[in-house]
């Protein structure tokens, strides 16, 4: 069964204190790694998509990276705006049909 | 910055009761989505729509569900017969260039059936 899991559920990071998230996947047909950022009460908010191990992308203090069976959100610096539920997805093809199959999503809060 | 629109943002209905959830996706997008997460679990996906029919359709996506595009820009999920089940947010989403590349979400409806 195609799963994406997401660790920590829950971080709490002090203004300033860099950390990562992760998102391991088991996936057939892996097309590409998506990472999402969710506010209370909306709608995912897209960041970042990765498709081959090695990649990297980076936006302001957020880098993710990839690798064959994971991907990492770096968080350098963060700031309490940073405060969000981050999620990754991963596009999985099969039998000529592609979708998003989304992890829980990781709630990162940055106290000043 | 062009956003896609979802109402209502509330919707409270009885077991059984048909509902519609109504999106106006963003004006040049072509490829268009129904997700939907249950209060506490993963974002599922529903089901895809490009040039007027369904591309795809998860399993969750039963006979109960339809989609629509009724005219040129809004988007449309029924749900015939609601069940306590169907409680969650559902969000719309569309996306410009191809399926599930770079989708913008909308805020969601939030349904909840008594």
């Known amino acids: 069964e195609d799963q994406v899991t997401q660790s920590p559920e829950a971080l709490r990071l002090q203004e300033g204190e860099s950390s990562s998230l992760n998102c391991s996947y088991t996936v057939s047909g892996l097309r590409g790694l998506f990472w999402y950022r969710q506010d209370p009460g909306k709608g995912p908010e897209f960041l970042f998509t990765l498709y081959s191990a090695g990649e990297e992308k980076e936006k302001e203090r957020l880098k993710a990276t990839l690798t064959k069976k994971e991907s990492f959100l770096h968080i350098t610096a963060p700031k309490p705006e940073d405060s969000a539920t981050y999620l990754c997805a991963a596009e999985i093809t099969k039998g000529g049909s592609e979708k998003l199959v989304f992890g829980k999503g990781t709630k990162l809060t940055v106290n000043p | 910055e062009p956003e896609v629109t979802q109402t209502p943002s509330h919707q409270v209905t009885q077991m059984g009761q048909e509902v519609i959830l109504r999106c106006v996706p963003i004006?040049?997008?072509?490829?268009f989505y129904w997700y939907r997460q249950i209060l506490g679990q993963k974002v599922e996906f529903l089901v895809s729509?490009?040039?007027?029919?369904?591309?795809?359709k998860s399993e969750i996506f039963d006979d109960q569900f339809s989609v629509e595009r009724p005219d040129g820009s809004n988007f449309t999920l029924k749900i015939r017969s609601t069940k306590l089940e169907d409680s969650a947010m559902y969000f719309c989403?569309?996306?410009?260039?191809?399926?599930?590349?770079?989708?913008?979400f909308g805020s969601g409806t939030q349904l909840s059936v008594l």
């Open positions: 989403a569309s996306s410009e260039v191809s399926y599930n590349e770079k989708l913008f």
């Open positions: 004006s040049n997008h072509l490829y």
């Open positions: 729509f490009y040039n007027n029919e369904i591309s795809e």
